[in-house]
Structures are given as C-alpha cells and as structure tokens.
C-alpha cells in the first residue's frame, strides 16, 4: 500500500477517541470497510487510467500514421480510408476510456470524503462523551494540516516506545513509531 511521503515532517494533531469503546470499534471498522472500498477505488482508476494511456497512444500512432500517408505521393485513397476508419475507431475508445477514467476519479474522490467524514463522526463522538481511554494506548483520531486529511491511529505504549498503524482518509496507511517522554510524543 502506498506510504504518506514525509509524515515525519508533518504536523499531526492527535485528539484522544473518546467515547464508548463499542461504538469506538463500529467506527473503528466502518473506517477500515471503507479503507477497504478506497483501495479499490484506487485500484479502478489505475486500471482506467492505463487503458486510457493505451487508447491515447493508439490514436496518436494512427494519426502519425495518417500524416505519414498524407505526405506519400504514391499513397493509396484505399490505404487512407482504412486509417481513417481505423481513426474513427480509435477516437471512439479513447473518448470512451476518457469518461471511464473520469468517473473511476470520482468515485475514488468520493470514496476519500466518505473515509474522512467517519474520521470525523469519530471526532465528534469523542467530544460528546469524552475520553475513556487511560493513557496513551488506542485509537486516536489523527489529523494531518496543511493537507486537511484525517484518519485513525492505534497507538500501543510499552514503556517509553511508542508505535502503532495509522490510516488517513485519501487511502494512505502505514505505521508510526516514537518515544514518549515526560509529556512530548515523537513519532516517525
């Protein structure tokens, strides 16, 4: 899966969970399901996205084709009706695999706002019933600035070492690790 480039350098504003850890855990879930729905969102566009690169290059092969044909004084009409049908089919697929690419787009877009609003229904549920949770270990609801991307961290305390996988709202998931000193938490 794919890695959040730079998190060490990032700002992360940790908000303890809070609340019943039933309801923690439904969210907690409801946040790995879409996790889930998101990585193949992805997925999907990945793939509409290498068949638009090959109906793109198709059409642009055709087309150096058609201007090679064009510039032959001994070319046949026959020889350049055929690229021309062959054109016409190959501007079909590729407006095809464009709008193919577009929608998959939208649904990973989708898909990353829906990760993010359970992030904050977990939020909102932890400043309703507050933190029931004693110390560092467990969920905790993560935050990302400037890039405005939310997600969950579980987080296990052994001592002063602190580590724990971590999932954000645009699909991106990974593992942290850290010292907790006296009051200040770093992690990497």
């Excluded at 439904?26 to 996205?49: M, N, P």
């Excluded at 501007?91 to 649904?107: G, N, V």
């Excluded at 909102?124 to 935050?143: D, V, Y």
Aim: include cysteine.
């Amino acid at each position: 899966m794919r890695q959040l480039p730079g998190l060490i350098c990032c700002l992360l504003a940790l908000i303890a969970t809070g609340a019943q850890a039933q309801s923690a855990e439904e969210l907690k879930e409801t946040f790995a399901q879409e996790s889930r729905v998101l990585e193949q969102a992805i997925d999907e566009y990945g793939r509409a996205r290498a068949t638009e690169r090959t109906a793109i290059e198709e059409l642009r092969r055709l087309h150096d084709q058609l201007d090679a044909g064009l510039e032959d004084p001994n070319v046949s009409l026959s020889y350049l009706n055929d690229l021309e049908t062959q054109l016409a089919d190959a501007r079909d697929r590729a407006c095809a695999s464009l709008e193919q690419t577009a929608k998959a787009r939208r649904t990973m877009y989708s898909r990353m706002e829906r990760l993010a609003v359970v992030a904050r229904d977990f939020e909102k549920q932890t400043e309703l019933f507050g933190s029931s949770q004693q110390g560092l270990t467990g969920m905790w609801h993560l935050e990302v600035q400037p890039l405005d991307l939310y997600g969950l961290i579980n987080l296990r305390l052994n001592g002063s070492q602190v580590s724990g996988p971590y999932r954000l709202s645009n699909g991106n998931q990974g593992s942290v690790r850290g010292t907790l000193a006296g009051n200040v938490l770093r992690l990497e």
